[in-house]
């Protein structure tokens, strides 16, 4: 019998109960706490900082600054870009919201009171919050700190063939062109971030709990900045509520908290509020990009190329590879089968927080989708083609794979065909098509029909291409069978919602012969698990999940040997059926896991050079990415008075290969595209002209709720990956990038009578009444 299956998930056993550990549980004896300073303006040099007052609060046990953290050489860290950050300010802020100072006091209260007795004074510089200014000669250096910066450029990137790109453009019958923005949002997790941290002075042992993603990462790098010896630190990735790639970096408020414990000698929490993190943390996309498509009369699609300001805040931290500094962006031929293919990037500094995080995707893929499927409505606009069957055209067909993209990616698998066909169907497109048409004939209401299809690349990644800041991303795996058949799993990833105590159990339990409730799984914690790179751009199944099967097919292999000796044969006589080894021909001989685990713990006789006892550890280092696809179709009502938009139906055919648990699997559906509609209709980081951030509340960014979501129909096609020993491919994130393009083009289909060919995210009312009215909205 198979393990895998809608098994309900196991960790909901604690969860539905409140019994989670979430970090902010996490409380010491003579635990002191933290609180940050932060600055009110987007641009100011610092004059001076006056402390002392703080320092004379009776519950103040330390006050740290910049200039503190100078003296530990602390001042400044490593982003995963590369770059460098302030974890204190010392010479100037340069986003509002950038950390200043540090309390740490008896309680949570004091520490916020002392915050207010800080005297920081500012002479406030202009700000540039506009990417589009950046690189203006006037525009003021927001990184001088950086020897002999004297703008705000930070990289140019290209992928693809220019030339071959420019020469069909040249020819080309039809070419359209658009701008468009993927503005600024954030990943806003339910629990914010925050650390609890403990330096024992004796020991020399340093501890942190923290929600972080990747708690390994944390580890390497905690050591190499801070000098302390990797062993001596533990982290401890405890139950995290959402990270959508929010907890992937190293905070300010981290380091701060640890200083804070080193200093005091006692543990030290800290945790943000959500105005903090929805300020300071790390935003999400804010791609300015102009994408242009070249195609035949007919359709066949030929040939794009795209230029992309990419504004990465004040410093860049975005994650992502490092040969890749504008993470997996050249995927965005999407789905097509091009001639060739061409992006220019260019990263630029400005007055904001910093970031550009992989929010639920991997690495930039959802601008990407995003980009590829807006330009191919505009081009079924401009030749007055059904974007259905302009897409259905262009596909890669399956004799097409492995595939490989004019920007270099070798695509594993996919029915693309198939998978649009399936979501047409189940929308019932030619019946909303007429609908439509009657409706428009009718003169309203409106209503549109919106189709996205996207192929991602998750999984990263192989070695020899893809490491973050020098490590390799790779992830280990061990796997024990105890004397009683009960395995323990530990993982180098760390769930933060995504299942994995259920699915990793069902992986092993599949491979084993076991039931996945024998089976613990243990993450999220240094001292207790293999290295690896940890959990974002739905890595977790296609790299982690792949160590557990073959971790778990190493033990099988040795569970042979152990059985060939309880069965007197030899190993190649045995075979693995059902679930035991067994004679081959007899499997009345079978041997279970459980008997065999026994024995290999017994005085049992085994063949020379077999250790005895069960287990193994692995590491994978994935061949490829996996290519998870999908097509969506999203079918809106707009009201032209209101500028409203009621999503009516949203249908998602997702193929992520096999899938281990259908039930969570969906559940991973669900919360992507209720993202995707919170993005394409409500989300947006937005700042004044001096930089001051309008959203740091959930009042001003908004998150979308029931009410804004329909009752969603998911279908499936299962396509396996040929390079994953399960055939499974990531699905964490597929939701998330593919479904902001189908509201897009639902609601852009919907304002076609009005001559609308693209309207920015997101299609807030104002923004879509504007359109109506030929005034859209920028920002
Ligand atoms: O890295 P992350 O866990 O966010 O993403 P993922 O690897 O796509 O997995 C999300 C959840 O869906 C995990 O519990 C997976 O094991 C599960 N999954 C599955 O059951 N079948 C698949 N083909 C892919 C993921």
């Known amino acids: 019998m198979s393990a895998y299956g809608r098994m309900h998930r196991k960790e909901d056993a604690r969860f539905i109960r409140g019994r989670g550990t979430y970090t902010d549980d996490v409380n010491l004896p003579g635990m002191l706490h933290g609180a940050v300073l932060r600055s009110p303006h987007a641009h100011a040099a610092i004059v001076s900082i006056d402390t002392s007052a703080a320092e004379a609060h009776p519950k103040v046990k330390a006050v740290i600054t910049g200039e503190t953290l100078a003296g530990l050489r602390l001042a400044w860290m490593p982003t995963l870009s590369g770059d460098t950050q302030a974890v204190l300010a010392t010479d100037k802020v340069r986003f509002q919201g950038q950390e200043v100072a540090f309390v740490v006091a008896e309680d949570r209260y004091a520490a916020r009171d002392a915050l207010e007795l800080i005297d920081v004074e500012y002479e406030p510089l202009p700000a540039v919050v506009d990417a589009r200014r950046a690189l203006d000669e006037d525009a003021p250096v927001i990184r001088d700190d950086l020897d002999g910066k004297a703008d705000n450029h930070i990289f140019d990137w290209q992928a693809g063939d220019k030339a071959a790109t420019d020469a069909i453009f040249e020819r080309a019958q039809v070419t359209v062109a658009q701008d468009m923005l993927y503005p600024r949002v954030h990943p806003a997790p339910l629990e914010t971030c925050g650390a609890v941290a403990d330096f024992d002075r004796v020991t020399g042992k340093l501890t942190v709990w923290c929600p972080t993603q990747a708690p390994h990462a944390h580890r390497t790098l905690y050591a190499m900045v801070a000098g302390i010896p990797e062993h001596k630190i533990r982290v401890i990735s405890p139950d995290i509520g959402g990270g959508f790639g929010n907890k992937v970096g190293i905070y300010p408020g981290y380091v701060c908290a640890i200083v804070g414990s080193i200093v005091t000698g006692r543990p030290v929490k800290w945790m943000e509020d959500r105005s903090e993190n929805l300020m300071s943390t790390s935003f999400a996309r804010d791609y300015h990009m102009h994408g242009e498509i070249a195609a035949t009369r007919d359709g066949r699609i030929q040939a794009i190329r795209v230029k992309v300001l990419a504004d990465h805040g004040a410093f860049n931290g975005t994650a992502q590879p490092t040969k890749y500094p504008a993470g997996f962006f050249h995927v965005f031929t999407g789905s097509y089968d091009l001639a060739a293919a061409h992006c220019e990037v260019t990263g630029v500094y400005t007055n904001k927080a910093p970031g550009g995080v992989a929010y639920a995707c991997s690495f930039r893929v959802t601008e990407a989708v995003y980009l590829v499927e807006r330009l191919v409505d505009v081009l079924a606009v401009e030749l007055d083609m059904d974007p259905a069957e302009l897409r259905m055209r262009n596909l890669l067909k399956p004799g097409q794979f492995p595939y490989t993209s004019p920007t270099g990616w070798e695509y594993d698998s996919g029915d693309y065909p198939r998978t649009l066909r399936l979501a047409l169907d189940m929308a019932g497109y030619d019946k909303l098509r007429a609908e439509q048409a009657d409706r428009r004939a009718a003169g309203g209401p409106l209503m549109g029909i919106g189709i996205s299809f996207f192929t991602e690349a998750v999984g990263a990644g192989p070695r020899k291409h893809m490491d973050i800041l020098g490590l390799g991303m790779a992830d280990g795996a061990e796997l024990r069978v105890h004397p009683t058949g009960k395995a323990v799993l530990r993982v180098s990833c760390q769930s933060q919602g995504q299942g994995h105590e259920t699915t990793f159990a069902q992986i092993v339990a599949q491979e084993l012969g076991m039931s996945p409730g024998d089976v613990e799984v243990v993450h999220g914690d240094t001292d207790q698990t293999p290295f690896g790179l940890g959990t974002y751009g ?9 160590a557990t099967a ?29 679930g035991r080894w067994a004679v081959r021909g007899d499997p009345a001989t079978g041997k279970s896991m459980a008997e065999i685990a026994l024995a290999a713990h017994s005085g049992l006789e085994l063949p020379e050079g077999v250790e005895g006892h069960l287990d193994a550890v692995c590491v994978y280092n994935p061949p490829n990415l996996t290519y998870p696809f999908g097509a969506y179709v999203c079918v809106v009502d707009v009201d032209p008075g209101t500028g409203q938009v009621k999503v009516r139906r949203f249908v998602a055919v997702d193929d992520c290969g096999v899938r281990i648990n259908p039930m969570i699997v969906e559940g991973q559906i669900h919360g992507g595209l209720a993202d995707g509609v919170g993005m394409a209709l409500m989300q947006l980081m937005a700042f004044d002209e001096e930089g001051n951030h309008l959203g740091a509340s959930f009042m001003d960014y908004l998150l979308p709720t029931a009410v804004e979501c329909p009752s969603w129909e998911l279908g499936e096609t299962v396509t396996p990956s040929p390079h994953h020993p399960i055939g499974a491919k990531g699905v964490g994130e597929s939701a998330t990038v593919g479904s902001p393009a189908a509201v897009v083009n639902a609601v852009v289909d919907a304002l076609r009578p009005y001559g609308v060919r693209h309207a920015d995210m997101p299609l807030t009312p104002a923004n879509v009444w504007l359109t109506i009215q030929g005034r859209p909205f920028r920002t």
């Open 538 to 546: 739905s890595r977790s199944t296609p790299v982690s999940g792949a």
């Open 550 to 578: 073959m971790v778990a097919r190493k033990v099988r292999e040795r569970a042979r040997v152990v059985a060939s000796a309880m069965l007197e044969a030899s190993p190649e006589d045995l075979e693995w059926a059902e």
